[in-house]
């Protein structure tokens, strides 16, 4: 990650991040409005690419889909040290990736299992993910 945004780089204050893909990074921080935290979604690259950003303003966009009992909602864009970031609510959540890896509780799991297909479930009902045929044609 740019070092511009680690915890620590400049202007950077209580900055925690959370998860990592190699193209953006989840930060959780204290937020500039009031004493609650927010996550903000961090292109990884110092000059990220056009549709890095295009994500960015696509999932904003799906603000007013998205229900806070089963989803993170995005809150607006903003630039911040050169670059587009995506603020979201903070949930006090923990991303999944942090967990996975090795086998978990029973009592652990299946409230997590039912969480993520009733979250999958909403964003289906809202028509969010459309299924997509491909079809393999030789010519």
């Known amino acids: 990650m740019d070092p511009s945004f680690q915890a620590g780089g400049k202007g950077v204050q209580d900055l925690q991040v959370l998860w990592e893909d190699g193209d953006r990074a989840l930060c959780r921080r204290p937020s500039q409005i009031d004493q609650t935290t927010v996550l903000a979604v961090v292109p990884v690259a110092e000059h990220p690419s056009p549709a890095s950003v295009d994500r960015l303003a696509h999932e904003l966009a799906l603000k007013d889909e998205l229900d806070p009992t089963w989803a993170l909602r995005p809150l607006k864009r903003e630039r911040e040290r050169g670059r587009t970031v995506l603020v979201?609510?903070?949930?006090?959540?923990?991303?999944?990736?942090?967990?996975?890896?090795?086998?978990?509780?029973?009592?652990?799991?299946?409230?997590?299992?039912?969480?993520?297909?009733?979250?999958?479930?909403?964003?289906?009902?809202?028509?969010?993910?459309?299924?997509q045929i491909v079809t393999n044609r030789k010519d």
């Open 88 to 131: 979201l609510e903070d949930s006090s959540g923990e991303p999944l990736a942090r967990i996975l890896g090795a086998p978990l509780p029973v009592a652990q799991f299946l409230p997590l299992a039912i969480g993520i297909a009733a979250a999958l479930g909403q964003v289906h009902q809202r028509g969010l993910i459309r299924k």
